[in-house]
């Protein structure tokens, strides 16, 4: 196998000295043009790629940004990473993404090696359980970071949602064309978002006076929504609407409904949350809690670019509101 190229290949290539093509490549110093071309050409024959690497321990600066995120292949985080990755790269920044799973050890792995490789920044979703030494070990590095959904430290810049409130009026308007009982459906874990869009769905059924609440557990995909919709058919068939914890769930608890016959929005409300594209195009179009995923991921990248131009300034906490867009799974009800 034939060599890397480097600075000294094209160099000889080029026959010019070793700095003058380090210039070259920096776009420094006072360089005529036919030296330049003849350097370009040269670094275009071998295929000379310069190391960011190397680079950026010259300049101080590095352009490499870490996201580290749980279950990248649900749709909204997906549709996340987009919007992230668009902003950064139009910045000049190269983005490597990762999966905790929600693993507080597969994190601990993830982040020493990004830290070994000195990333100019972090976006991160903590894992459940993070332990405080993880905050302190990337404060003590002095890596710019934001987290995302999960707000765990005061001292660490953050994105997120206000999950009570979307949820609160969520279970409001369902509430209001007519419907009693009222389920909320997605999620089997203990993680700061879920339980506060569960408190969200509680506080209002107390509100109104509905207080037969119901939280039915289920994994955050499809399969596992169809599934679960079903069992709670299956044991509270009297149940009229569902919140749901994500568009994924009310997806699936939609496809659920068709199994059994039923129309979501004529038989049962659906309401989902984060109006991932799907939502739009699903049949029947979804009634969902948009937060626009791809936008959100774009501010996310831009408080990281702040936290970059100005790393001394204090924290900052940015939360979202969700819109209520109706479409076709929802539906007044009239009561019995």
């Known amino acids: 196998m034939s060599r890397k190229p480097t600075l000294e290949t094209v160099a000889r290539e080029a026959g010019v000295s070793v700095p003058t093509v380090s210039q070259v490549m920096r776009g420094t110093g006072r360089i005529s043009e036919s030296t330049r071309e003849k350097v370009l050409r040269a670094a275009q024959r071998l295929h000379y790629v310069p190391d960011s690497r190397a680079a950026a321990m010259r300049s101080g600066e590095n352009r490499e940004i870490g996201f580290v995120i749980n279950r990248l292949q649900n749709p909204f985080n997906a549709e996340v990473v987009a919007?992230?990755?668009?902003?950064?790269?139009?910045?000049?920044?190269l983005v490597s993404i990762v999966d905790t799973r929600d693993d507080p050890e597969r994190q601990s792995r993830q982040l020493n090696t990004f830290i070994r490789?000195?990333?100019?920044?972090?976006?991160?979703?903590?894992?459940?359980?993070?332990?405080?030494?993880?905050?302190?070990?990337?404060?003590?590095?002095?890596?710019?970071?934001?987290?995302?959904?999960?707000?765990?430290?005061?001292?660490?810049?953050h994105v997120g949602i206000r999950n009570a409130e979307a949820t609160g009026n969520a279970t409001a308007y369902l509430a209001d064309i007519g419907h009693r009982k009222i389920a909320y459906l997605g999620g089997n874990d203990r993680s700061n978002v879920r339980m506060e869009r569960i408190a969200g769905y509680r506080a209002k059924m107390a509100e109104r006076?509905?207080?037969?609440?119901?939280?039915?557990?289920?994994e955050d995909n499809k399969r596992?929504?169809?599934?679960?919709?079903?069992?709670?058919?299956?044991?509270?068939?009297?149940?009229?609407?569902?919140?749901?914890?994500?568009?994924t769930v009310a997806l699936g608890a939609c496809l659920a409904l068709n199994r059994l016959g039923l129309t979501p929005g004529r038989?049962?409300?659906?309401?989902?949350?984060?109006?991932?594209?799907?939502?739009?195009?699903?049949?029947?179009?979804?009634?969902?809690?948009?937060?626009?995923?791809?936008?959100?991921?774009?501010?996310?990248?831009?408080?990281?670019?702040?936290?970059?131009?100005?790393?001394?300034?204090?924290?900052?906490?940015?939360e979202v509101s969700a819109d209520l867009v109706i479409r076709d799974t929802t539906a007044a009800r009239i009561c019995d």
């Open 83 to 93: 919007g992230v990755v668009d902003l950064l790269e139009a910045e000049g920044y």
């Open 267 to 318: 038989d049962v409300s659906i309401i989902g949350f984060d109006d991932i594209e799907d939502a739009a195009v699903s049949t029947p179009p979804l009634t969902t809690m948009a937060v626009y995923p791809q936008k959100l991921g774009r501010k996310l990248a831009r408080v990281l670019l702040d936290r970059i131009a100005e790393p001394d300034m204090p924290a900052t906490v940015s």
């Open 224 to 247: 596992a929504a169809m599934e679960a919709t079903m069992s709670l058919r299956n044991a509270h068939p009297d149940i009229t609407a569902l919140v749901c914890n994500g568009d």
């Open 117 to 157: 490789h000195g990333r100019g920044g972090l976006i991160w979703v903590p894992a459940h359980d993070t332990p405080s030494e993880t905050f302190d070990l990337l404060r003590a590095q002095r890596i710019p970071v934001v987290t995302f959904l999960r707000h765990v430290r005061r001292d660490v810049d």
């Open 209 to 218: 006076g509905l207080a037969h609440d119901l939280v039915w557990d289920c």
